[in-house]
């Protein structure tokens, strides 16, 4: 520790110490907002923003991910006490109508044939 070296370091570390505090603390000497302005500002700026923006999309997908499990959990009880027919219906509906749709919309798009190309496959395919 620097006060512990000798006793004038000692005294004068510590009035150093307060008269700082003091310094930033006091409104009408505005040392906190010097500080910020030309050492805090510039120098972390830049990564903290960077920083934030990355954690904002972290936690967006993380909540969108607990999200999405609900939605699948839900549909899951909800599927469980479905009787026998009624679920082989909505398997093989869902297998049938989601990708009928989806060809669908890929045909009447002009800009990519990727996805014309995929539901062509899946078609062939299935």
Known sequence: DVAERSEGVRTYFYMFEFFFLVWLMLP???GACLLY????KPLCQG???????????????????????????????????????????????VGVVYPLFASIVAVSTE???????????????Y
């Open 47 to 93: 990564w903290v923003d960077d920083a934030a923006r990355k954690m904002n999309k972290v936690l967006s997908s993380i909540v969108n991910a607990m999200i999405s499990a609900a939605h699948l959990w839900i549909l899951w009880a909800l599927f469980l006490f479905f009787p026998p027919e009624l679920k082989r219906f909505v398997t093989v509906s």
């Open 37 to 40: 302005d030309y050492i805090t």
């Open 28 to 30: 009408w000497t505005d």
């Open 111 to 125: 800009d990519t044939y990727d996805d014309d190309t995929f539901w062509l496959t899946y078609w062939s395919c």
